[in-house]
């Protein structure tokens, strides 16, 4: 049986969105098929698309153009300045994707960049990002930010929060889950049997037996423990300066970090091209490049679409699994 395609939303189209699907497509148009939602006047001048009226229609197309299926927006597009009027129809396309794959007319949802504020702006969108959206729009309570190359899998626990209230934000409750819907996802979505979790801590040198911070001792080590009592293969907390080299990186399958940059930044450092946001806790597979919108370079044909290719890849693998 043919897989589905893969729904790939046009995200905020005056960034770099429209150039990203048109070079995507270029590089993967003999595999791995998607169509996008959008609307065509955006897409860059010259681009080889055809219209379709069904996600059934993209695997026909796409050997030979770009399949999109019309999304009509308000206005056009302003390279590098978003227009308010476009913010419900880049919502909207968001909604639509997420249709198609509930629905089994798309295998995935990869999901081209959005801009917020232009959102909250335009429409009043009422979410701090794609992320929270997509677990509204599925009905389910916490989700979890992955960000995943061939060389690095990281977690982050707590996300767009100040360091400062990392600490308070980091309770027994939210790590446990965070953690057991990685675990899940590792066994169902990337088909690995027994992952093996490497989990950091919140202080320098884990917390150094309490003298540099007690979180690490009260809120962390519980929570591994109780896992590992469950059968689990998780260990931690560990120094977080002492996780990311080479050989360490052998010896788990993903990365629980305690906020943002602690995970963000080794990943970049690695494989800022190829980065992967993966959405876990979704009832469908969400994929989506690790990078924004990109309003200074918009319409320059400057855009890398590594990230965008391989966010497409990896939906395209998870969602044979699903």
């Not at 695997?59 to 030979?64: G, I, L, N």
């Not at 019309?70 to 302003?78: L, T």
Request: with cysteine; hydrophobic share 45%.
């Amino acid at each position: 049986m043919t897989q589905a395609p893969i729904a790939l939303t046009c995200g905020e189209p005056a960034g770099i969105g429209p150039e990203l699907a048109v070079k995507a497509w270029d590089a993967l148009k003999h595999d791995h098929p998607f169509f996008l939602i959008g609307d065509p006047r955006h897409l860059p001048e010259h681009s080889g698309y055809e219209i379709i009226h069904s996600p059934s229609d993209a695997v026909r197309v796409f050997p030979t153009a770009l399949p999109v299926l019309v999304h009509d927006f308000a206005g056009a597009a302003q390279h590098g300045t978003a227009d308010p009027a476009n913010a419900q129809g880049v919502i909207d396309v968001i909604a639509r994707a997420v249709e198609f794959t509930t629905t089994g007319q798309a295998c995935a949802v990869c999901t081209l960049p959005i801009h917020k504020k232009a959102l909250q702006d335009g429409a009043g969108f009422a979410y701090p990002g794609h992320t929270e959206y997509l677990a509204a729009l599925a009905g389910v309570d916490h989700v979890v930010m992955m960000l995943a190359s061939d060389q690095l899998r990281v977690v982050p626990t707590t996300i767009h929060i100040p360091l400062n209230d990392v600490a308070q934000a980091l309770t027994p409750a939210l790590l446990r889950e965070t953690i057991t819907i990685t675990h899940r996802a590792l066994i169902n979505q990337f088909g690995i049997a027994a992952p093996r979790i490497a989990v950091a801590g919140l202080n320098p040198h884990a917390g150094e037996g309490g003298k540099m911070g007690q979180e690490d001792m009260t809120v962390i080590s519980p929570i591994i423990q109780e896992l590992k009592a469950q059968g689990m293969d998780i260990w931690g907390p560990l120094s977080a300066d002492t996780m990311f080299h080479a050989q360490a990186r052998q010896s788990y399958d993903v990365a629980i970090c305690m906020y943002h940059d602690q995970a963000l930044i080794p990943i970049k450092t690695l494989d800022f091209d190829r980065g992967v946001n993966v959405t876990l806790g979704l009832p469908f597979v969400r994929t989506s490049p690790d990078h924004g919108t990109a309003f200074d370079i918009a319409g320059q044909n400057r855009a890398n679409p590594s990230s965008t290719i391989e966010a497409i890849k990896l939906a395209a693998s998870l969602g044979a699994k699903a």
